[in-house]
């Protein structure tokens, strides 16, 4: 088994007005079991053991991971592609974003149920110098619209592709200005 991590460069990061709209697009593509690339990447052509996206605020970047044998890196890559470029067109079913977010309005709702998360909600909001609130934070992604997720999925640029193997590191940096 191998592990393969794509990292992308958001363009939005926690001061953006757009973060929200940012996390929703991420948990659509790769965020829980109904997402793109679990149900497309893994449970249809079956060429991975695991797959997510997951969207860091705080660095602006979004990655995807997924563990793959090392013969289906080409064919996982492609179909990663083919589903971030099926959310950059449009093709949103009005479902699929009310169930990515009332999954996220919902992770958000139990936050003060766990002491690491209320540690870390309001670490992140110090290190910010916001005053913005769970309630807040779960209204942002009430407002997120079809037309902000679209807009996010078609910031979004690849930057760095990490293929790690049992036996080799693979890294390719795909823009020039790093």
């Known amino acids: 088994q191998s592990k393969l991590v794509m990292g992308y460069k958001a363009n939005c990061c926690t001061l ?3 973060t929200a709209a940012m996390s929703v697009f ?3 593509l790769g965020g829980y079991s109904q997402s793109r690339l679990f149900q497309v990447v893994r449970e249809k052509n079956s060429l991975c053991y695991f797959i997510h996206s997951s969207y860091d605020p705080m660095n602006g970047i979004m990655t995807i991971a997924a563990g793959i044998d090392m ?3 080409d064919k ?3 179909l990663i592609g083919k589903q971030i470029k099926d959310l950059q067109d449009g093709h949103i079913t009005d479902e699929e974003l009310s169930m990515v977010k ?3 309005i919902n992770a958000l709702s139990k936050v003060d149920d766990d002491p690491d998360a209320i540690i870390s909600f309001n670490w992140r909001r110090d290190i ?3 005053q913005d609130t769970i309630e807040d934070k779960q209204n942002a992604i009430k407002n997120v619209t079809k037309e902000d997720v679209i807009k996010c999925a078609q910031s979004i640029e ?3 592709i990490y293929f790690l193997t049992g036996k080799e590191f693979y890294e390719e940096n795909l823009l ?3």
Request: aromatic share 4%; net charge neutral; no cysteine.
């Open 158 to 160: 690849l930057d760095t």
């Open 128 to 130: 910010i110098n916001s």
């Open 102 to 104: 009332t999954m996220l």
């Open 76 to 78: 996982t890559k492609e």
């Open 26 to 28: 991420s948990n659509l």
């Open 176 to 178: 020039s200005n790093n």
């Open 71 to 73: 013969n289906n890196y």
């Open 16 to 18: 953006s007005k757009n």
